[in-house]
Nanobody, 124 residues
């Protein structure tokens, strides 16, 4: 599986962005898809994930502001980010794996496939 993330950019605090991640492969619909981010000087952290059936998982920092969704016909997963804050500034990565148990959904090592990342900069 190859992943290509896009949609990052510069946005003012309070604004919105939608990230996209296009996956190769005919079995995309069965994969767990996740979004992680890494801010300068910080560890990578979980943002959100979605199962093949639409079940979603969010980090506490994402709940209420971010929405993950997927379009299996387009092999694409999205991350709609609203009410952006300066602390959301980071490189955002999409990730995929064939099967992940719920308790491990937020663990980066659970995902075998990673995209190249897209930079989101939120100005205050």
């Amino acid at each position: 599986v190859q992943l290509q993330a896009s949609g990052g950019g510069l946005v003012q605090a309070g604004g919105s962005l939608r990230l996209s991640c296009v996956a190769s492969g005919r079995t995309f619909s069965m994969y767990v898809m996740g979004w992680f981010r890494q801010a300068p000087g910080k560890d990578r952290e979980f943002v959100a994930a979605i199962r093949w059936n639409g079940n979603t998982y969010y980090a506490d920092s994402s709940k209420g502001r971010f929405t993950i969704s997927r379009d299996n016909a387009k092999n694409t997963v999205y991350l709609q980010m609203n009410s952006l804050k300066s602390v959301d500034t980071a490189v955002y990565y999409c990730a995929a794996d064939r099967s992940i148990i719920s308790s491990e959904m937020s663990t980066g090592s659970s995902y075998d496939y990673w995209g190249q990342g897209t930079l989101v900069t939120v100005s205050s």
